[in-house]
Every structure is written in C-alpha cells, then in structure tokens.
C-alpha cells in the first residue's frame, strides 16, 4: 500500500521556516517525514537530502557519526537556496532499530567497523530502503531532485523507484577523531564518495 499524508504544518526552525508533512507506511506502521522549503511543485529540479533517522547523532549529538551534522547542512543548504526537501525516514540504524544499534556499537567497541557489527549481529550491513521516497515526492509534486548524498546506492536506490536525479550534491561535513574509521568503512565497503565539494 503507498504511504498515506496524514498533515502538514509551519515549522519555524533557527534555519529558517519549513512546512513539515507527516506521513504514514500502512504497511509498517512507521511515520515519515518531508520538510519542505519554497515552492517545489514547479517542475525544476529540487534540491533534496533523504535523511535516515539517526537519534545519537541527530539528537543527542554523537561524533560516532556524521548524520547530525549532514542534517544541519542539509537544511542550511535547503535555507540558503530557499527551495528543497529534507524526507526523514524512521529507519535507525540503517534499519536495524535503535536498540540493536547500540548492540553494534558496543561489538565496534570491541573492535568491529560497523559494517562487521551489523552482520555478526545477523543483518546486512544496510536494511534501509526507499519505496516511500516515491510516493512523498509525488503529494509533493517534485519529478526531479538534486540529491545531498555521498552516497552513489542511494542515488540508484532512488532511481530504481522512478525518481529522476538529475545530480548528486556531495555533502562534506562531520569529520571527526571519533568518526573517522567509520567514515573510512563507509568508503571502502559501502562505496561513499568523500571528495571535495
């Protein structure tokens, strides 16, 4: 079944302000979200982030990581261009949930990277998928998206499911002691592409 629109309303953020979409997977019961600047039902090309929920890094401000610090980007971007969209999809853990994240991390503790993690707890190293992008994308009326990813499966995932990219916008930002050997996991088994923007 396609991910139901549920409301939207303002958003005043210290970026600036969003309209927030909420939507509903009929199918997992979980909740998405679409942040939208400006008018992006014209027909040019969007600037887009597709952000997977990240509670540690996003919220609580972990250098584990750099999705809290990609998330601020993104909307800074979004807000300096005056038109995009940032879809946050409840996938934590690249869709292992949260408690089996924190699972991961205590195994990256003992020394795994996080790919490792993921699949000596019985997961493929990403579970995250994409299907609903379609359909959010469609209430919105976006046919093609300038993409904040460094990420080249995502822009195929994407694709796969009928969303134009017309472009890859790398998003370079987050790097730090912490965060290093994971960042350098993600380019050399997941296939990121962290060069210079």
Same mark, same amino acid.
Request: net charge negative; with cysteine.
């Given at each position: 079944m396609p991910v139901a629109f549920v409301a939207s309303s303002r958003l005043p953020t210290r970026f600036g302000a969003f309209t927030i979409h909420g939507f509903e997977d009929p199918d997992t019961g979980k909740e998405h979200i679409a942040l939208v600047m400006g008018d992006v039902a014209d027909g040019a090309p969007v600037l887009m982030r597709v952000h997977s929920e990240c509670l540690t890094g996003d919220s609580f401000g972990s250098l584990r990581c750099d999705c809290g610090p990609q998330l601020e980007a993104a909307m800074q971007k $979004?807000?300096?261009a005056g038109r995009g969209v940032i879809l946050y999809l409840r996938q934590e853990g690249r869709g292992i949930g949260l408690l089996n994240k924190?699972?991961? /991390?205590?195994?990256?503790?003992?020394?795994?990277?996080? $790919?490792e993690a993921n699949e000596q707890l019985g997961f493929a190293p990403d579970l995250?998928? /994409?299907?609903?992008?379609?359909d959010m994308l469609a209430h919105l009326h976006v046919t093609s998206v300038r993409l904040m990813t460094n990420n080249p499966r995502k822009v195929a995932a994407l694709e796969a499911h009928g969303i134009d990219v017309v472009e890859r916008v790398p998003l370079m930002t987050g790097r730090n002691p912490h965060n290093e050997h994971y960042l350098a996991t993600k380019q050399g088994k997941m296939g990121h592409m962290f060069g210079k923007e």
């Open positions: $979004v807000a300096a924190i699972r991961a /991390y205590h195994l990256q503790d003992a020394g795994a990277d996080t $790919v995250r998928e /994409y299907s609903m992008c379609e």
